[in-house]
Each structure stands twice: as C-alpha cells, then as structure tokens.
C-alpha cells in the first residue's frame, strides 16, 4: 500500500475507486451494512505500469480517467485501460471530467500546460500553455465550457474552451500558490486554497474574492470542496486536519423562525442596495487576514504598481506606439496548439 492520491464514486453510486502511489487502482463494494467490517477487501485490483496521480470518474457511464505520465481511460469491467492519451507531457497532475458533457475531460501537465481531451477520439483536442504551472483545475457544472485553473503565480483563471488565446476572467487574492479549486452547485461561485494557509470564495464573474477564511492553526491548504447542498465548505491542510467551513458565514445554522427569515432576507436587500454607498462598500469587502498575507499583499501591490510606473515611463520616453498598451490576460497565455 502507499499514499491514496484519489478517490471517486461510480456513476451508479456501487463502487468507490481508488487510486495510490503503489500503481494499483482498487475498486471497493461500496455496501452499507458492511462498512463496519475491518476485513473488507476490494472488488477487483489493477496494476499499473505507470505512476497514477489523478483519478476522475464520468458522470454519465463506467468509465473513469487517470493521469499521471499519461492519460487513460479505464472500464469499470475491464482490467486493461480502454485508451491512453499522450501530449508529450512528463506528468500530469490533475484529471476532471466535465459534468455536462461527459465525454470531455481536462487534465493540468507539469509543461504548464491545460490538455483537453475526448474520449470518443484517440488523439488529444487542444492545448494552452501558460506562463507557470496549474495545480488543479474545476469545470463549472452549470456552464459546459467554462473551467477555472489554480496556478503556481497566486492567481486563478477562466477559460472558455471554445476561447482558449486568453482567459475569461483573472481572480486575485492569494499571495503564494494557489493548490485546490472546487465549485459550488450552483455554478455562481467556486473556492479555492492556497499555500498562503488561506481559503477564498470568489464570485465566477469577478475578480477579488467575497469571504476569506483562515485560523491560527490551520497551515497549508492542500485541497478544497463545495459540499453538494452549497452550504460547507470541506478543507484539508498540511497539519493532518479536515475542517469545516460555511459557505456565508453569517448564515445562522438550524431551523428558523418565520421573523428570523424575514429579517434575515430585508438585512441582505438593505446591503443590495445600499451596496455602492462608500462606507458600506468599505465595511463589507474588508477583512481580517493574517501579518503575512497582508504584509505580503503590500509587497505586491508596491512591485506592481513600480512595474505600471516604469512601463508608462518607458513609454513617454518612447516613439508613440513603440510601447503599446497591453492587457493582463493576453500576457498570460503563451500559445495555445
């Protein structure tokens, strides 16, 4: 046995698949009535020649993904893997299905770049490269063509992929890598956790993050997700600790009252509306974050803004259009195949 590097659920919810660094993929019976039994043993047991880093399962089938020197695509019944897709990659870290479409899946290389797949096909779609590494990547489960990666230069992005020259959408807020990235149900909002010992919540379509969560005791997030009723927030971090998070931390636990909804639903159409009003918009975005984290967020925010002040120099000193003015989420994609 070796370390467990995923886990996922068949598509008929009868078996749980696992996967570790020992080159098996274990396949469970997942039966109620004998979870309590030390000696369970795995349905079925399959080695790998290759080192496994990711595991995903279709939504819709018996087919389930691995990465890891390539990708796979493996039956539930059968012991020799379906497809092995390869890009030239050493490794690729991470694996996801798309929930929509269920023959499309992802995967995050260790070259920097984002490899899109199809199952039905036997080569790869299309790949991007970015300017550093993607650790994880999620894909929205309301909007098929959109996905978030979590990148090594503290940022998040958004990708359409039928738009992949640039990202959609850049989300900042952490201050060292980010690691995990999970979306809500909902599609509205994700989360993400970084090795800056913070977890954020980010809106989709915006580009700071609505709630910071951190503890005095919690170190490295190493993995995030966004229970299936959108109300916790499950994370795991470097000091062997799962915790438990509310997905708005000002919702009240348990049963209500009728005048406690009431007052709760005319509270959050009083902040609507009077959100652009200067001090509630400076009470509402502000947040208590670690010495760290802020003392490094100053450090960021003084070296980008010497960067903008050289570049506009060099540009007043410059022919007219010799500088030109270029926009942030063009720098970040290097080329896309």
């Known amino acids: 046995m070796g370390y467990c590097r995923g886990i996922a659920f068949s598509s008929d919810e009868s078996r749980v698949i696992t996967i570790g660094d020992d080159k098996k993929i274990m396949m469970w019976g997942y039966d109620v009535t004998q979870l309590e039994d030390d000696s369970l043993k795995p349905v079925n047991m399959i080695t790998t020649k290759t080192v496994l880093a990711s595991l995903s399962h279709s939504y819709d089938g018996p087919c389930f993904a691995t990465s890891g020197e390539t990708c796979h695509i493996w039956d539930e019944n059968r012991n020799e893997p379906l497809k092995e897709l390869k890009w030239g990659v050493d490794m690729l870290q991470d694996v996801k299905y798309n929930p929509i479409e269920t023959y499309l899946l992802a995967a995050c290389g260790s070259d920097r770049g984002i490899i899109l797949y199809d199952q039905r096909e036997t080569k790869p779609l299309r790949k991007l490269v970015m300017t550093l590494r993607s650790n994880q990547l999620a894909w929205n489960p309301m909007q098929a063509f959109h996905f978030t990666v979590a990148n090594e230069d503290y940022n ?7 738009f992949l020259t640039q990202p959609l959408k850049i989300h900042h807020g952490h201050v060292a890598s980010v690691t995990s990235v999970d979306y809500a149900p909902t599609g509205r909002e994700f989360v993400s956790g970084s090795y800056d010992k913070t977890i954020r919540i980010f809106d989709a379509t915006k580009a700071n993050s609505r709630e910071v969560y951190h503890t005095k005791r919690m170190q490295r997030v190493t993995c995030v997700n966004w229970s299936m009723d959108c109300k916790y927030i499950f994370s795991g971090s470097d000091e062997m600790n799962v915790r438990v998070w509310k997905a708005n931390a000002a919702e009240k636990l348990g049963p209500l009252q009728m005048r406690e909804k009431s007052a709760s639903h005319y509270n959050a ?7 652009a009003h200067p001090s509630i918009k400076r009470i509402a975005q ?35 259009g010799k500088v030109p003015y270029v926009a942030e989420a063009k720098t970040k994609v290097v080329r896309t195949e």
Do not use: I
């Open 286 to 320: 502000h947040r208590q974050v670690p010495k760290m984290v802020y003392n490094e967020q100053a450090k960021q925010r003084a070296a980008k803004q010497s960067e903008k002040r050289k570049e506009e120099n060099r540009r007043q000193n410059s022919k007219p």
């Open 269 to 275: 159409a009083l902040k609507e509306k009077y959100a």
């Open 156 to 162: 998040l992005y958004t990708y359409d992929t039928r």
